[in-house]
């Protein structure tokens, strides 16, 4: 049973357009998701998050959308560049749940940006 | 830059052969997750760590992984007897608690041939 969903599973898009990213969770008790970039050969790192509290985070050309009623969210990534080309993972934990909060990855999204 | 340094990046191990990597976590960060990647891409949680205590891992490792994290030594996660299920990249993070981010290494990519 997949908790956390993305979608699509790859997206094409040229330099300067905007690349939306879906995710969606099942766990109603989910109240943080981070969104990780992964390139080749690495490790995911951190490239912003939100708290179910908000409904809305930015951080330069990247952009969290929140849907608490209906347990969905989006990564919106504003004038694409050729080297956010990546693979990016939603990723949820329930923070109430101390030792327990560990992270559910979705199977992620993987962008091209073409120039 | 993440600071959780992983070893060796690349591991080749036979079936039934042990297979060992380790990872030191970010200064300061006493909470470690060990975490397995496949190839299509299902992050799969191992076993967490604070300071140098278990604190929960999966039935797999309880009979074919180990790991361990001693103070002032790396972390480490060791497979008994390799199977080819096993080939994954195997990804550390580390954390300053768990209501903190979590920052990845750059993982140990294990081919089990």
Redesign the interface.
């Known amino acids: 049973q997949q908790q956390v969903r993305q979608s699509p599973q790859s997206l094409t898009v040229w330099e300067g357009e905007t690349a939306i990213l879906n995710c969606s969770y099942e766990n109603s008790a989910f109240d ?1 998701f ?1 969104w ?1 970039q992964q390139f080749p ?6 490239l912003i ?1 939100i708290r179910s509290v908000s409904d809305k985070k930015e951080d330069g050309r990247f952009t969290i959308f929140f849907n608490k009623r209906e347990k969905k969210l989006s990564l919106h990534i504003t004038d694409s560049q050729p080297g956010d080309s990546a ?1 990016y ?1 939603c990723a949820a934990s329930d ?1 109430s ?9 979705g ?2 999204t993987k962008l091209s940006v073409k120039s | 830059n993440s600071k959780v340094i992983q070893t060796p990046r690349y591991l080749v191990k036979g079936q039934g052969q042990k297979a060992k990597m380790r990872c030191i976590p970010e200064k300061g960060h006493p909470v470690v997750f060990w975490y397995q990647q496949n190839k299509n891409n299902e992050f799969k949680f191992l076993i967490n760590f604070q300071n140098q205590e278990v604190l929960q891992q999966i039935d797999m490792t309880e009979k074919r992984f180990s790991a361990e994290c001693p103070s002032n030594s790396p972390c480490s996660l060791e497979i008994q007897s390799s199977e080819a299920g096993d080939s994954a990249l195997y990804l550390c993070a580390s954390s300053l608690s768990w209501a903190e981010t979590l920052y990845f290494g750059s993982g140990t990519r294990l081919t089990v041939l």
């Not at chain 1, 050969?41 to 951190?46: M, V």
């Not at chain 1, 749940?97 to 990855?105: D, E, H, I, M, R």
């Open positions: 943080y981070p990780y050969g690495e490790g995911p790192a951190l998050a693979t993972f923070r749940g101390g030792s327990n909060a560990k992270l559910t990855f199977k992620g």
